[in-house]
């Protein structure tokens, strides 16, 4: 036969060999089919120039191609298709995490517009019945008030009417005895009539109007029409972290105890540039080994942010920027940090998170045991609880710390959205706010208190309000929303008020447990009334308040109406200085305990601010300290975050 060209051949091919449909399709997919098929006398040859099988009569028209041998063609053909498979079975699981990524995005994007809707619903209600109590306090004010000006002038018209009356019947009677003739008989009428019309002459009568006519309403609603019209704005942007950049000297290295800065640029999904605010952002500087977040995230309201960061010891660390949960470009960066140059540390030896200098405690050196030689003790670590992860008993970042009076320890475990309750002996035993969209979902509850009811207060940091569980856990109530920009350490005080910490807006609040504000002060700056960028309080027995400003570098000690009483502490290394001091707690004796956060040590001093001693941490070093408390046994418990653990501590008082 003679040869046609390939197509009509393979055409006709199938025509013929419908019994080897099968077997013929899969080798024709891949060119193993010998385009001869319906001679079926196969050659057992692989033409490789040309990828098809051969059979006895096209073996002629393939004499100068390199052949192999079918068998060893069908084999690596299967081992190709086989990899193909392996490539494109392995999209699978991406393709299967974006989408669960991609539907859990739109799961709480639906959690959120259904909790939006519930709040829109009650915040008009609340204004609702607002208007409506106003609406009947006026009617109420009308009532009243017209009641009593009406009452004064129907009392004057009841008069003149009576004077009216009694005039005109007297006169009647006066004119008709007038008009009979006079006798001895009418005299004594007449008598009578006269006393009677000299009375009338005399009587006074109100002629003057006693009260006027006014009853006007005022009411300014333009400025209200305005505020109503212009209430609420939902905030969102269209981020997207994969088109997210960020730049700037800190993303890569940084110099310990200075600040560094990175900016961040969102971007849409095109990568448009966003103009607008409000995105979520985090950000984490770590090593490998532990956390440490201190910075802050500003956001300039025009798509851009800036990320400004202090580190406290050299080394190499990763620096982790995510938007909505999701890493940025490039993220997380390889950061090194670094000492000062050399020729600026002539005075600086160590790192300052390892420098212990004159730790020694003002208790040890009048003479007790401890400080014997021959007997060494440990250092003044009871025990630690935790190590980094998601579960029970384990932390992420955690950042405030509170004790109770019925001997629980309280840990604002920031990252993994929670609140976890230990016993004084650091025994597991609740926790809650865990994930999920409950009304009581904390986003990043830094603080912690516990107020003498029992119920349970924690700042979010995220949420920008302050949440207040009862002692079981349960959600009960939010204060300050719409109120906190950034709220990061709360307190109770002597009368059962909450003191909020905003760490944003520089500003220390003082709420009652309903909600109602009752004072607040501060700013942000480095004035005496002012934070550069407070953390965390304490009350004392005087009920001042104690407030660590992390940024200035001092504690500052306030009265509840805000006049600063004293104030303590400088940049530095030594006694009383401090590297950003975060966690505060008061003793029964008034003296002061302090996290000095880059200094990463915990100093106690007096009520006058004189430093007395440091608690001995130098056998198991902290990293970055946070939150500090003083347990009802008299313990120092110590959020230690960077090792993502808590720490507890012999305190002699
Ligand atoms: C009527 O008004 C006059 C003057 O205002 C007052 O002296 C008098 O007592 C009033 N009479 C009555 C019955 O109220
Ligand atoms: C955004 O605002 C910051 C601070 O005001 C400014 O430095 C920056 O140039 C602005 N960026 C853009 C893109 O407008
Ligand atoms: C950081 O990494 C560099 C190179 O990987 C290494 O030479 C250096 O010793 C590291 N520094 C620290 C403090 O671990
Ligand atoms: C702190 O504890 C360590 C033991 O871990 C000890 O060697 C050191 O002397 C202690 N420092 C003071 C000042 O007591
Ligand atoms: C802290 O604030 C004081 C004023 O209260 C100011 O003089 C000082 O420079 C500030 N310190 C730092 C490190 O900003």
């Known amino acids: 036969t003679s040869h046609p060209d390939s197509f009509h051949t393979s055409t006709h091919c199938f025509e013929r060999a419908n ?3 099968y077997f013929s399709f899969a080798l024709f997919v891949f060119n193993l089919f010998c385009l001869h098929i319906t001679c079926l006398q196969v050659a057992d040859l692989y033409c490789s120039a040309c990828e098809c099988a051969l059979c006895e009569d096209c073996l002629p028209a393939h004499e100068d191609h390199p052949k192999v041998a079918l068998i060893q063609a069908l084999e690596q053909h299967r081992s190709r298709l086989q990899e193909r498979l392996g490539a494109v079975q392995n999209r699978l699981p991406q393709i299967s995490d974006a989408l669960s990524l991609v539907s859990e995005i739109l799961q709480q994007l639906n959690n959120q517009r259904a909790s939006i809707e519930e709040d829109i619903q009650s915040s008009f209600e609340d204004l609702h019945k607002q208007l409506d109590v106003r609406k009947s306090v006026l009617l109420m004010e009308l009532e009243v008030t017209y009641g ?27 004119e008709e005895a007038l008009a009979e003739e006079a006798s001895v008989a009418t005299l004594e009428v007449e008598h009578e009539l006269e006393e009677r019309l000299k009375e009338l002459a005399i009587l006074r009568m109100p002629c003057q109007p006693e009260e006027n006519d006014q009853l006007d309403l005022v009411m300014e609603t333009d400025g209200l029409r305005k505020s109503i019209h212009n209430l609420g704005t939902i905030v969102t942007t269209s981020a997207v972290a994969s088109q997210s950049e960020a730049m700037g000297t800190g993303l890569e290295q940084c110099i310990v105890g200075h600040p560094a800065s990175v900016t961040i640029v969102t971007r849409d999904k095109s990568g448009g540039a966003c103009k607008t605010g409000n995105a979520i952002l985090s950000a984490e500087v770590f090593t490998p080994d532990g956390s440490i977040v201190d910075g802050e995230i500003l956001d300039h309201k025009n798509g851009t942010y800036e990320f400004i960061y202090t580190v ?10 995510r938007l909505y949960d999701q890493h940025i470009k490039g993220s997380p960066f390889k950061l090194t940090v670094s000492k000062v140059s050399p020729s600026t540390t002539t005075r600086r030896g160590k790192s300052p998170g390892q420098k212990k200098k004159g730790s020694k405690r003002a208790s040890s050196a009048l003479g007790t045991p401890r400080r014997k030689t021959q007997n060494p003790i440990e250092d003044d670590l009871i025990f630690k609880i935790g190590t980094k992860g998601r579960n ?8 405030g710390v509170a004790a109770s009076s019925s001997g629980r320890i309280l840990i604002a475990d920031s990252n993994n959205q929670c609140v976890q309750i230990f016993s004084n002996e650091g025994e597991f035993k609740s926790r809650f706010g865990v994930r ?3 009304p009581g979902q904390l986003q990043r509850p830094t603080g912690v208190a516990v107020h003498p009811s029992g119920d349970i207060i924690i700042a979010d940091y995220d949420n920008k309000w302050v949440s207040i569980f009862t002692c079981e856990g349960k959600f009960k109530a939010k204060l300050g929303s719409g109120r906190l920009m950034g709220p990061k350490g709360v307190s109770v005080d002597q009368n059962g008020h909450v003191i909020v910490v905003d760490n944003k807006a520089c500003t220390v609040f003082i709420f009652q447990l309903t909600g109602k504000l009752i004072a607040k002060f501060g700013s942000r700056g480095n004035g005496d009334k002012q934070f550069a960028g407070p953390h965390f309080a304490a009350v004392n027995k005087n009920n001042e308040i104690i407030v660590t400003d992390f940024h200035n570098h001092s504690v500052k000690v306030f009265t509840t109406e805000g006049e600063l009483v004293l104030k303590f502490g400088s940049n530095g290394e030594g006694n009383g200085q401090f590297n950003a001091p975060t966690g505060v707690a008061v003793d029964v004796n008034g003296n002061i305990i302090v996290a000095d956060w880059g200094n990463s040590r915990i100093q106690v001093f007096d009520g006058s601010g004189s430093f007395l001693s440091y608690i001995n941490t130098s056998a198991d070093p902290l990293y970055g300290p946070q939150g500090l408390a003083l347990t009802s046994d008299g313990h120092v418990v110590v959020a230690d975050s960077g090792n993502h653990c808590f720490k507890v501590y012999r305190y002699l008082q």
């Open 148 to 174: 009593l000006k009406q009452k004064v002038l129907q009392a004057q018209i009841d008069n003149l009417t009576r004077g009216d009356g009694d005039i005109t019947t007297t006169c009647t009677q006066t």
């Open 392 to 399: 029970k008993g384990e932390f992420t970042n955690l950042q």
């Open 19 to 21: 019994r080897l449909y």
């Open 312 to 321: 406290p010891k050299e080394g190499n660390f990763s620096l982790a920027l």
């Open 436 to 438: 999920g969209r409950s």
